[in-house]
């Protein structure tokens, strides 16, 4: 079997020649997994012999990135807030600039007098729901969404961070309307979503690796907002006074939210530039009577 300094090349070449964006760092990521090295490791001790069954580990991932398979399902986990999650391809891969919408939610319980409850929408991996109760234990953490196999992923994620968190299977804010399920007729101080914003005329031209993701987590209807529409309506019914809505969404969409609250009665929507620069979150919030 080959040394590690020349796995890490064949590897490299392998990916840069089927497009894949990164080739180096998927590489190393895929390699340090098959031989249970770090990624430090591999590049310190690059003369290192593996065995026939890591090289074979090796390969098979390296093919399974080939066939457009992301990293994250590859080696089951991905990085978020510091913390690790375990993703499957029932569960949308968490991405950095869905960090920006829990930097926004934590200023905003910051500014609260009281707070006292966070619904998460649409958990998928849980990735939002378990960042938020790992830095303010002190609230109620409820989370929801409408996969029966998503939410066996987040149920474990909030297990493996010591994170107390109640989850619902259904439909947006139907999860929460069943009386068996304790939470009907709940307010919040803030509710936040990752929603699937993509218009499904846009599918088609994500890449490999994004389109093998949950449709039912990026498709959102003919302009994007299908979900996003619902949530904004329904959402007044379920905050407190004076509670937040904090939504992710599209640049492209901020200005079509932004009304979409306003006809709620939220008030002066706040826009979050993601790590691009570009407008990614909004939060608004529902004004105590005067």
Same mark, same amino acid.
């Given at each position: 079997?080959p040394c590690?300094k020349?796995?890490?090349?064949r590897g490299k070449s392998?990916l840069?020649?089927?497009?894949i ?10 390699l ?8 430090e490791?591999i590049?310190?001790h690059d003369?290192?012999e593996?065995s026939?069954a890591q090289g074979r580990?090796?390969?098979?991932m ?6 457009g398979?992301c990293?994250?399902?590859i080696?089951?986990?991905r990085?978020f807030w510091g913390l ?8 949308l891969v968490?991405r950095?600039d869905t960090?920006?919408?829990v930097?926004?939610?934590?200023g905003?319980l910051r ?6 409850s ?10 939002i729901?378990?960042a938020?109760k790992? &830095? ?5 953490? !409820? #989370?929801?969404?409408c996969s029966?196999?998503a939410? +066996?992923?987040? =149920? ?6 010591a994170?107390e968190?109640?989850f619902?299977q259904?439909d ?6 069943d ?8 307010h ?6 990752n929603?699937?914003?993509?218009p499904?005329s846009s599918?088609a031209a994500?890449?490999?690796e994004?389109?093998?993701e949950?449709?039912i987590?990026l498709d959102?209807?003919?302009?994007g907002l299908n979900?996003?529409?619902r ?5 007044p019914?379920y905050?407190e006074?004076?509670?937040s ?10 200005t079509a939210?932004a009304?979409?609250?306003n006809?709620r009665?939220?008030? &002066?929507p706040k826009?979050?530039?993601? !790590? #691009?620069?570009?407008?990614r979150?909004?939060?608004? +919030?529902l004004p =105590?009577p005067?």
């Amino acid at each position: 079997m080959p040394c590690i300094k020349e796995l890490l090349s064949r590897g490299k070449s392998l990916l840069a020649s089927e497009n894949i964006s990164s080739p180096d760092l998927d590489t190393s990521l895929l390699l340090a997994e098959a031989s249970g090295l770090s990624r430090e490791q591999i590049y310190t001790h690059d003369d290192l012999e593996l065995s026939e069954a890591q090289g074979r580990r090796f390969f098979e991932m390296l093919e399974r990135r080939c066939r457009g398979e992301c990293t994250a399902y590859i080696l089951g986990r991905r990085e978020f807030w510091g913390l690790k999650f375990s993703v499957t391809s029932a569960v949308l891969v968490p991405r950095p600039d869905t960090e920006i919408l829990v930097e926004a939610a934590l200023g905003i319980l910051r500014s609260m007098a009281l707070p006292r409850s966070i619904l998460d929408l649409c958990t998928g991996s849980g990735a939002i729901a378990v960042a938020l109760k790992h &830095e303010r234990p002190d609230l109620e953490v !409820l #989370a929801s969404d409408c996969s029966r196999a998503a939410l +066996v992923i987040a =149920r474990k994620n909030a297990e493996q961070m010591a994170c107390e968190i109640t989850f619902f299977q259904g439909d947006l804010f139907d999860a929460l309307a069943d009386n068996s399920s304790g939470a009907a007729g709940r307010h919040f101080s803030l509710i936040t979503a990752n929603a699937p914003y993509v218009p499904s005329s846009s599918i088609a031209a994500l890449t490999a690796e994004v389109r093998n993701e949950p449709r039912i987590a990026l498709d959102g209807g003919a302009d994007g907002l299908n979900i996003i529409r619902r949530i904004i309506a329904e959402a007044p019914a379920y905050l407190e006074e004076g509670g937040s809505l904090v939504l992710e969404g599209d640049p492209s969409q901020m200005t079509a939210m932004a009304a979409l609250m306003n006809g709620r009665g939220f008030a &002066e929507p706040k826009l979050y530039r993601d !790590l #691009a620069g570009r407008n990614r979150v909004m939060a608004a +919030v529902l004004p =105590r009577p005067l």
